[in-house]
């Protein structure tokens, strides 16, 4: 018997008020549904993920690529609707099915295990999560009737007066048989006040035709939490943010002033690390021992080795190898690699290049599309000139070569192993080892030139 997930992802997002579909909108720079589906691949129990995908699908498609299936969901008639037009990759009908929505992304792995179990061991068949909210504004209410038993789920929108006092609301996760779902989303029907299959119908549906229905209780409200608009997006980033940040803590991370610290959840930080205030780690990075990151630093898909010192920077799709400085004000990108003890100072940019041991570019550089060897000197202003306007090329820099301060180097060049080059040189050419390149030129010395040249000045102005 198989067992599928399916997620609603079809939605616009009215509500969001802007162009990303709302399921592609990002928590701590993941897009929130990559965090569903990331969680149910983690339960290990769901055989076949199932996302319904219709306003702008091409985007979630984009984010999630073929870790899922795809259902198309024209145009957007509702939940019920959007789950129905699943139907035909449900191929085990003996199974069951766990439905969420895809904007509930605090959503966890234990809550989908838990509630699969509650409904295997009470022989349900069918399960609905439920929660208790301080403010239900915006859920279904859950209506029990005398004996406690789950009756109906009823739209914020429709429910009564007192309806609307129900704090106990629907977290839009169900676990259901597939045969029971597909013939009761049958029955649905869109009489009611938005004109929409409400998926919810099918709670009433399955009473009337005495099926076994029951509920999980979630004791984390907050996991189910909603994102219709900006503000609960913001609400709920802040949590996650709290909780990841919580875990590092408690493992040997020390953040300074933390609410100003952004870590996505699948960075791995190691312990014995200091995150200075105004810095975000992102993607898959990884922070070796030791490291000391920000203040106001910017990393994402980036590897820091042990002891790094990183200030006032970004790295973006790099490696920084250990006990080496970066920063202030360095921009590391594209798949610079950064060797051992290397010394990245102010104002310098690395893209696409790696360096060997013991190298420094210290004040303002640019080295681009380049490979430079270990205990290289980069002078202040030195530049790899790597772009004619229409193609890249190659700058290739031996061990223990000096290169001034404002040097351009031209590529296609290679600068062979112990040379050094004097300060100001435009080099068009390689540099054979061990030799002195200059190329500027020479310089001029007119003496009492301004004296001179004053005492013309004065007698044509008389
Ligand atoms: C829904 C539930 C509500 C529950 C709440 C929990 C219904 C009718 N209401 O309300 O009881 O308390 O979730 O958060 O089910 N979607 C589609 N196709 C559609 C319509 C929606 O794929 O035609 C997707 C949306 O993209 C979204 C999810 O389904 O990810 C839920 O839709 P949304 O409009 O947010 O439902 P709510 O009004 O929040
Ligand atoms: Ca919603």
Do not use: W
């Not at 709302?22 to 199932?50: F, G």
């Not at 006040?193 to 984390?220: A, Q």
């Not at 991370?253 to 100003?260: H, L």
């Amino acid at each position: 018997m198989k067992k599928y997930a399916i997620i609603l992802a079809a939605g616009k997002g009215t509500r969001m008020k802007t162009e990303l579909p709302k399921c592609a909108y990002p928590l701590l720079r993941k897009p929130m549904i990559a965090y569903i589906v990331e969680n149910i691949h983690h339960t290990h129990i769901i055989d076949d993920i199932i996302v319904v995908v219709g306003h702008k699908a091409q985007v979630i498609k984009d984010i999630l690529g073929d870790t899922v299936k795809y259902a198309f969901q024209e145009e957007q008639l509702g939940t019920g609707h959007a789950v129905m037009v699943a139907e035909p990759l449900v191929t085990d009908l003996d199974g069951a099915s766990v439905i969420l929505p895809g904007d509930m992304p605090l959503v966890d792995t234990a809550t989908i295990e838990k509630a699969f179990q509650e409904h295997k061991d009470r022989r349900h068949d069918l399960t609905l999560v439920t929660t208790k909210v301080d403010d239900p504004t915006g859920y279904g209410r859950i209506v029990r009737n005398e004996s406690g038993y789950l009756e109906e789920i009823v739209e914020h929108h429709e429910a009564s007066y007192s309806q609307q006092t129900i704090n106990e609301i629907n977290t839009g996760i169900y676990i259901v048989d597939n045969h029971l779902l597909f013939a009761a989303l049958k029955q649905i029907n869109n009489n009611n006040l938005k004109k929409e299959y409400y998926l919810t119908d099918i709670i009433k549906i399955c009473k009337e035709s005495n099926h076994v229905i029951g509920t999980y209780f979630l004791k984390e409200a907050y996991r189910a939490m909603g994102v219709n608009d900006l503000y609960a997006l913001s609400i709920a980033e802040a949590r996650l943010r709290l909780n990841i940040n919580r875990e590092l803590m408690l493992r040997g991370v020390a953040m300074i002033n933390p609410e100003t610290i952004t870590i996505g959840d699948n960075v791995q930080i190691e312990e014995n690390v200091t995150i200075h205030p105004n810095t975000y780690i992102t993607g898959n990075s990884v922070i070796k021992k030791g490291a000391q990151i920000g203040p106001n630093t910017e990393i994402h898909e980036s590897k820091i080795g042990e002891r790094v010192i990183c200030r006032h920077s970004l790295v973006y799709n790099s490696i920084i190898h250990e006990d080496t400085t970066v920063g202030p004000f360095a921009h590391l990108r594209d798949g610079a690699e950064i060797g051992p003890k290397n010394r990245i100072g102010n104002f310098v940019e690395v893209k696409k290049s790696s360096t060997g041991f013991n190298t420094k570019a210290s004040h303002l550089a640019y080295i681009g599309d380049a490979t430079i060897g270990k205990n290289v000197n980069f002078g202040c202003g030195a530049i790899t000139v790597n772009y004619d306007g229409k193609h890249k090329y190659q700058t290739i820099v031996g061990d223990d070569v000096f290169i001034g301060c404002n040097v351009n180097m031209i590529a296609p060049i290679e600068i062979e192993e112990g040379s050094l080059i004097a300060a100001g040189s435009t080099l068009t050419q390689n540099v054979p080892k061990n030799s002195l390149a200059i190329a500027r030129a020479y310089q001029v010395n007119k003496e009492n030139y301004i004296k001179l040249h004053r005492s013309k000045e004065k007698k044509e102005n008389e």
